[in-house]
């Protein structure tokens, strides 16, 4: 297993190469530059050869490239050309939020998803299926900027001044200020250091944060602020994994062991849960995992409908601004993710199903 | 599957009435085209699925005819409509002096309902280039990283992966503004992300069918190289081979096989182990099942247009299990080849993922 996960991590390598190569390709082939982008009509040829050589990019293409290779090596993804802060900062800020939004998106698509697939495989072609893959069908042709707005209409104005209202933007209410737990706890860490960064990263996780500080205000508070993009980016995935258990479960249900087990007396439930549904649970996995890939960079609609400043809308952002530094961190990142969760849904297989034998 | 049977040979043929000629008429007329036709029609949900083309394709052509105002017009002194004015019907009660707008008018004066009418057309239009120019692209890429392996494939599927890795938005973003805005660039950028997802379905499949007899028959048999790829391993073929008996009576699942495509649902699960090897299954087959039987079109399940040239119409009955014959060997696979399947598979599903993504 070691072994598969260092072959795998060696393997993802010219991957991110290439996704840096053509990052900063793509970046600087989007016409307009950041001193335009930034003084506007000020941006004049003297005010921008002072700005491009303060942040240099008055040096060639190459040699631009060379040094943003190197600073990726040292971990450093240099400083935002529009906010003036380092992007790894940035980064620590806003990627928690988009990682709970996910993990939240991901916990509802399953927690429903599968019961639903798992009961439409088993009453195959009855009411409950047809209704069952009918609203899924419909699930997957929702746009999601239309159904957040929805939703926001009906929980945030429809009900409002009820118990079910929902607040429509934001991850907190004014007023709220979460105490990071290392504060709370009391820990001294040093500025600058990779712990106090590590510390802040985690803090920034509201949700993890008031949990483990026994913050019971912020925590309610998160919660309902994140329910209802939480809803609407899982709204897609949630259908998707539907269908795929519902077939996955049908495959297997058909197979001879499946009548074996029963045959030999074993309760329903008991075949349809552990003899079925876990050989069911591969294709879904990957699935799963698939869409967590796809929710850190694609929430960007969600983000923006929900006025929450997530990775896909700082990206958005940034294009706009021709804010390269960003830009290139933040999908590096992305990619990192994107490769980091396919791999675990490759290990998870060897845990799922102990035939599969990695190495 | 209902192909006619042939009539049993005699010794003396019987003078042909037009019995017999009607026979063979039907005989001839069971093309795979037709059969392919014949399941679709069975299907609820194919049908369904035309029956909602065939309406967007009636109204994208007849859209003069149906829509009753001018989609680009303002209507602003033409008619006394407002911005944002809500759907007039007179059937539903709206005074017959003012303006039928079904659905509306925009905030720019215009007739929601002819704007959607003709919006068909773009929406059509860019839709099936979009999709046949990746499924082309796509599935060339895929049938050639697939087939010649090695470098080709390496080159290939990294390249795919860093479009595959790279975010959505700034791929689409960057298009569009290297090449400008414009309907044809969007188009471009939709069409090159979906690119990746085609090509790991056909390399699937390709790398599936390529272990099959039939091909070493056919480079035996001094075929061309480049054909292979190509032709007569494209995916509907192996199957349409297969099904017709063909292939693979060594590969331990006998003659017929299942026609029956695999889904996505096979996955790493049949990676090291066969298909077939739940906890009561024989084992010495175990080995013998991954990645023999093409797995091609694997949203065939979903999409019931694509099915159809597949898979029988009904959900098949659980397939009998391909016994193996006493003293028959089985051929196990070396560690590197089962490696490659089980990519091969994930890759497969990876591919229709996206496409549903």
């Known amino acids: ?359 | 599957m209902s192909i006619a049977s042939e009539p049993t040979p005699v010794t003396t043929l019987p003078p042909l009435d037009d019995a017999a000629v009607a026979s063979i008429g039907d005989y001839r007329a069971n093309t795979l085209w037709r059969l392919t036709l014949r399941r679709l029609f069975r299907q609820k949900s194919a049908v369904v699925g035309l029956i909602l083309l065939a309406l967007l394709l009636f109204s994208a052509l007849f859209a003069p005819l149906i829509a009753p105002y001018d989609p680009e017009q303002p209507l602003i002194g033409i008619e006394n409509v407002g911005k944002r004015d809500g759907p007039c019907i007179h059937l539903l009660g709206c005074p017959a002096d003012q303006p039928q707008h079904i659905m509306g008018i925009d905030g720019n004066f215009r007739d929601v309902f002819s704007r959607i009418i003709y919006g068909t057309r773009v929406s059509l239009y860019v839709g099936l280039l979009t999709v046949s120019f990746a499924v082309v692209t796509g599935t060339l890429l895929g049938a050639i990283a697939g087939f010649f392996g090695g470098w080709a494939d390496n080159i290939i599927m990294r390249i795919l992966d860093v479009v595959l890795a790279f975010p959505f938005l700034l791929l689409a973003i960057a298009i569009v503004s290297v090449l400008g805005p414009g309907l044809t660039n969007a188009m471009l950028a939709i069409a090159i992300i979906s690119i990746p997802s085609y090509a790991r379905v056909t390399r699937a499949s390709v790398l599936s069918v390529r272990q099959m007899d039939f091909i070493e028959a056919s480079r035996a048999l001094g075929g061309q190289q480049l054909a292979h790829p190509l032709r007569p391993h494209s995916a509907q073929r192996a199957t349409a081979a297969h099904r017709r008996g063909h292939v693979g009576h060594r590969h331990g699942h006998s003659g017929h096989g299942r026609p029956v495509v695999h889904r996505p649902g096979g996955t790493a699960a049949d990676a090291g182990v066969g298909r077939d090897a739940g906890p009561g299954a024989q084992p010495g087959l175990q080995r013998a099942a991954p990645g023999l039987l093409p797995r091609p079109g694997h949203h065939a399940d979903r999409a019931g247009l694509q099915s159809a040239g597949r898979r029988p119409a009904r959900r098949p009955r659980p397939a009998p299990r391909p016994r193996q014959r006493r003293g028959q060997r089985v051929r196990k696979k070396s560690l590197t080849q089962r490696r490659k399947e089980r990519q091969a598979q994930k890759d497969s599903e990876l591919g229709v993922l996206c496409v549903f993504a």
């Open chain 1, 1 to 359: 297993m070691t072994q598969y996960t260092i072959r795998r991590l060696l393997a993802a390598i010219p991957v991110v190469i290439g996704v840096l190569i053509v990052t900063f390709a793509l970046a600087r082939a989007i016409p307009g530059e950041p001193c335009t982008a930034m003084f506007g009509e000020k941006a004049t040829p003297e005010v921008c050869a002072i700005f491009n050589a303060e942040k240099g990019l008055d040096k060639p293409l190459t040699t631009q490239f060379a040094i943003f290779a190197r600073d990726m090596l040292r971990g450093d993804f240099g400083d935002s050309i529009r906010f003036k802060r380092p992007v790894m900062q940035i980064l620590i800020e806003r990627l928690p939020q988009t990682i709970e939004l996910g993990i939240a998106s991901v916990v509802i698509a399953i927690s429903i998803g599968i019961p639903l697939g798992i009961i439409s495989a088993l009453r195959r072609n009855s009411p409950t299926d047809v209704a069952t893959m009918i609203g899924a069908n419909i699930g997957v042709s929702m746009p999601v900027f239309w159904l957040g707005l929805m939703l926001i209409y009906v929980f945030a104005l429809l009900l409002k001044d009820t118990p079910f209202q929902m607040p429509a933007s934001g991850r907190l209410s004014a007023g709220m200020s979460p105490v990071p737990f290392y504060e709370v706890y009391g820990w001294a860490l040093t500025e600058g250091t990779f712990g106090a960064k590590l510390a802040e990263f985690i803090s920034n996780f509201y949700i993890f944060n008031s949990i483990i500080t026994a913050d019971w205000e912020v925590l309610v508070d998160a919660v309902r602020h994140l329910i209802l993009p939480a809803v609407a980016l899982a709204t897609i995935p949630l259908a998707i994994v539907a269908r795929m258990t519902r077939s996955a479960m049908l495959e297997v249900l058909g197979q001879d062991y499946v009548r074996t087990a029963r045959a030999k007396g074993l309760r329903r439930r008991q075949v349809v849960m552990k003899h079925a549904f876990r050989n069911a649970l591969l294709p879904i996995v990957t699935i799963i995992g698939l869409q967590f890939g796809l929710v850190l960079s694609g929430a960007i609609l969600t983000e923006t409908t929900f006025g929450l400043a997530g990775v896909g809308r700082s990206l958005y952002e940034a294009i706009t601004a021709r804010d390269y530094p960003i830009i290139q961190g933040f999908v590096v990142v992305i990619a990192v993710g994107y490769v980091l969760v396919n791999l675990l849904v490759d290990l998870s297989y060897a845990i799922l199903d102990p035939r599969i034998q990695l190495d």
